[in-house]
């Protein structure tokens, strides 16, 4: 019903209530299990990853959510942060000892190949533009199941998309701060090009929310637009973030690692910049910090004592 909550919505609505529910308290059960050990999950994690959930209940279960099915500028602002700040606050919420007992699962062993950074983009490209065909994207309009499907695909290939840059899964060698560059160039790439085609389309290309800009006083094609400059405004300040995020990691990083370079110089221990950088990248720094100090007092215990 136009301007009314959707009988089907609130079905999905407190579905969706349910399912997060469970979700957030299976990570608050698997954080108190690791609470008060060396795997505990610090506190901002922990932050980031229940802020991610309410985040995504109040967008799927706000009273004005009914909103997104009448304006497509409300329904992509709606996506966007689930699909992107949502998923990206979960993502900072998860550790390796926190997603160890989903991975020891029988068939879960997939989630490691999805997580690798090239399939990672690929899917997250590929659910973006396919939900945004016109007939798919008013299915989900039309039929709740199709819409249900929708969100848990914007939120699951989004979260995946974050994974190589956030999430704990060990990523490739390869994949150093150069090519997360590159990554996050390609995601930002992969938005603007969407949100360029809905901008400047010569027509409106989703006739299903005619009736509800109607009653915004809003043309379709105008309504369109909106939504293609939500995107683009969106995805260039996340990506300015991104950018600010990997400069400072990169200072950070570079820092560690020469610190960690004299260390091994004072020391007298042998240590190779590359292997310095590994380290560092992995976030065992302080571990190799740790075993420089050991080789130097087992190198002074081993020396022969003079005679005098």
Same mark, same amino acid.
């Given at each position: 019903?136009?301007?009314?909550?959707?009988?089907?919505?609130?079905?999905?609505?407190?579905?969706?209530?349910?399912?997060?529910?469970?979700?957030?308290?299976?990570?608050?059960?698997?954080?108190?299990?690791?609470?008060?050990?060396?795997?505990?999950?610090?506190?901002?994690?922990?932050?980031?990853?229940?802020?991610?959930?309410?985040? &995504?209940?109040?967008?799927?279960? @706000?009273?004005?959510?009914? &909103?997104?099915?009448?304006?497509?500028?409300?329904?992509?602002?709606?996506?966007?942060?689930?699909?992107? &700040?949502?998923?990206?606050?979960?993502?900072?919420?998860?550790?390796?000892?926190?997603?160890?007992?989903?991975?020891?699962?029988?068939?879960?062993?997939?989630?490691?190949?999805?997580?690798?950074?090239?399939?990672?983009?690929?899917?997250?490209?590929?659910?973006?533009?396919?939900?945004?065909?016109? @007939?798919?994207?008013?299915?989900?309009?039309?039929? @709740?199941?199709?819409?249900?499907?929708?969100?848990?695909?914007? &939120?699951?290939?989004?979260?995946?998309?974050?994974?190589?840059?956030?999430?704990?899964?060990?990523?490739?060698?390869?994949?150093?701060?150069?090519?997360?560059?590159?990554?996050?160039?390609?995601?930002?790439?992969?938005?603007?090009?969407?949100?360029?085609?809905?901008?400047?389309?010569?027509?409106?290309?989703?006739?299903?929310?005619?009736?509800?800009?109607?009653?915004?006083?809003?043309?379709?094609?105008?309504?369109?637009?909106?939504?293609?400059?939500?995107?683009?405004?969106?995805? @260039?300040?996340?990506?300015?973030?991104?950018?600010?995020?990997?400069?400072?990691?990169?200072?950070?990083?570079?820092?560690?690692?020469?610190?960690?370079?004299?260390?091994?110089?004072?020391?007298?221990?042998?240590?190779?910049?590359?292997?310095?950088?590994?380290?560092?990248?992995?976030?065992?720094?302080?571990?190799?910090?740790?075993?420089?100090?050991?080789?130097?007092?087992?190198?002074?215990?081993?020396?022969?004592?003079?005679?005098?």
């Amino acid at each position: 019903a136009l301007h009314g909550i959707n009988p089907n919505l609130s079905l999905i609505a407190g579905v969706n209530l349910a399912l997060y529910g469970i979700f957030a308290a299976l990570y608050a059960l698997r954080v108190r299990t690791l609470a008060g050990t060396p795997r505990a999950v610090p506190g901002w994690r922990q932050a980031c990853f229940l802020s991610g959930v309410a985040l &995504i209940l109040v967008v799927l279960v @706000s009273p004005a959510s009914h &909103i997104a099915e009448e304006l497509f500028l409300a329904h992509m602002a709606e996506h966007l942060l689930l699909a992107d &700040i949502g998923t990206l606050l979960l993502v900072l919420g998860l550790t390796g000892p926190v997603l160890a007992p989903v991975l020891r699962l029988p068939g879960m062993g997939f989630i490691r190949i999805i997580g690798h950074p090239v399939p990672a983009l690929g899917l997250w490209a590929l659910d973006l533009y396919l939900w945004h065909v016109p @007939s798919i994207h008013t299915a989900a309009l039309d039929h @709740s199941a199709v819409h249900a499907l929708q969100h848990a695909c914007f &939120i699951f290939f989004g979260a995946n998309m974050w994974m190589p840059l956030f999430g704990p899964l060990p990523q490739p060698a390869w994949f150093t701060n150069v090519w997360q560059l590159a990554y996050i160039v390609a995601v930002r790439l992969v938005g603007a090009v969407l949100g360029n085609v809905l901008v400047w389309g010569d027509h409106a290309f989703y006739p299903r929310y005619a009736a509800g800009e109607a009653y915004w006083h809003i043309t379709p094609l105008a309504d369109q637009q909106v939504a293609g400059g939500i995107m683009m405004v969106e995805g @260039s300040l996340l990506t300015i973030s991104l950018f600010a995020w990997l400069f400072l990691k990169t200072a950070r990083q570079g820092e560690e690692r020469q610190e960690l370079m004299d260390l091994a110089r004072v020391r007298g221990v042998e240590l190779t910049d590359r292997r310095a950088a590994r380290a560092v990248a992995a976030g065992r720094g302080p571990e190799l910090r740790a075993r420089i100090e050991q080789d130097a007092v087992d190198a002074d215990d081993a020396a022969p004592v003079s005679a005098g």
